[in-house]
């Protein structure tokens, strides 16, 4: 069974920054892409960024330039460092990742903005 267990949420004040940390254990392969998705209030989930198991990244529009996201195949360990933060990014931070065509979800992290 994949668990996914994130930390480093926390309240910020707008321009600070947080990281990010989440540490999969179970049949997690280097391979499997990984990644970070925000909930918003109403439940929503929006991609904030993902990376391959080949280090490739993929952001939304609203993170590009502010976060980075980043991966310790390793230590099954994925990291999203987060500058310049914004009332606007408050909200839960899941992670994710896939295995056999089957997702996974982190239980979450939240993050407040204040302004």
């Known amino acids: 069974q994949v668990q996914l267990v994130e930390s480093g949420g926390g309240l910020v004040q707008a321009g600070g920054s947080l990281r990010l940390s989440c540490a999969a254990s179970?049949?997690?392969?280097?391979?499997?892409?990984m990644g970070w998705y925000r909930q918003t209030p109403g439940n929503q989930r929006e991609l904030v960024a993902t990376?391959?198991?080949?280090?490739?990244?993929n952001y939304a529009a609203s993170a590009k330039g502010r976060f980075t996201i980043s991966r310790d195949n390793a230590m099954n360990t994925v990291y999203l460092q987060m500058n310049s933060l914004k009332p606007d990014d408050t909200g839960v931070f899941c992670c994710?990742?896939?295995?056999?065509?089957?997702?996974?979800w982190g239980k979450g992290t939240l993050v407040t903005v204040s302004s």
């Open positions: 179970g049949p997690i392969f280097s391979i499997s892409a």
């Open positions: 990376i391959s198991g080949g280090g490739s990244t």
């Open positions: 994710w990742t896939a295995l056999y065509g089957m997702d996974y």
